[in-house]
């Protein structure tokens, strides 16, 4: 099993960035695929990006292509989420999920994930 913990939410201006990271627990965090997803309020959570267990497969939402970027660092047992050029629209809870996976080219849907952290708050003013 992995615990996940995230963290790096705020409340930032539209056109602002942020960097959001999420912190697995457990010796086997390079066996897992992670994702990134989003749940605004009222609305079903979405996917956001995901990236193979070696990393060199990333996957993202068409609404966040050139403005997010996945990355990990299987030596830190962290995945990143660098947001740029961020919307109002962008405002949600973000959660990272963690799956088993060994194919190149991790599920962007969130039923196949089955270990999810507590989510952190991302706030972006007009």
């Known amino acids: 099993q992995v615990q996940l913990v995230e963290s790096g939410g705020g409340l930032v201006q539209a056109g602002g960035s942020l960097r959001l990271s999420c912190a697995a627990s457990g010796r086997t965090f390079s066996r897992y695929a992670m994702g990134w997803f989003r749940q605004a309020p009222g609305k079903e959570r979405e996917f956001v990006a995901a990236i193979s267990w070696s990393g060199g497969s990333t996957y993202y939402a068409d609404s966040m292509k050139g403005r997010f970027t996945i990355s990990r660092d299987n030596a830190k047992n962290t995945v990143y989420l660098q947001m740029n050029s961020l919307k109002p629209e962008d405002t949600a809870v973000y959660y990272c999920?963690?799956?088993?996976?060994?194919?190149?080219?991790?599920?962007?849907?969130?039923?196949?994930?089955?270990?999810w952290g507590q989510g952190t708050q991302v706030t972006v003013s007009s």
């Open positions: 999920a963690a799956v088993v996976w060994y194919g190149s080219s991790p599920p962007p849907l969130a039923s196949r994930y089955d270990y």
